[in-house]
């Protein structure tokens, strides 16, 4: 099974943004670290509805998801 990188380094730097949050001493890393993670949650949000739009909008008659049809089916609805 391939790994999945954007996965594994999204993981990483959100652990990396949280340990900076509570070991930091000083204000602005701190202040960094928690806009990261606040930044982390909106990126996982958008990646969720994404997903979810993939499997609404795909028909399993009509093969893979990721079809060229289908991904320009899917653009049509996002951006019209």
Avoid: C, E, K, Y
Avoid at 22 to 27: A, D, G, T
Avoid at 32 to 46: D, M, N, T
Avoid at 47 to 68: Q, T
């Amino acid at each position: 099974m391939p790994g999945n990188g954007q996965a594994v380094t999204g993981f990483v730097f959100s652990v990396i943004a949280v340990s900076l949050l509570v070991l930091s001493f000083h204000r602005g890393l701190a202040q960094a670290g928690f806009i990261i993670g606040w930044v982390g949650i909106g990126l996982s949000i958008l990646a969720i509805v994404a997903w979810i739009l993939v499997v609404a909008l795909w028909d399993p008659d009509n093969g893979s998801p990721f079809d060229p049809d289908t991904t320009t089916a899917l653009a049509r609805v996002l951006w019209g």
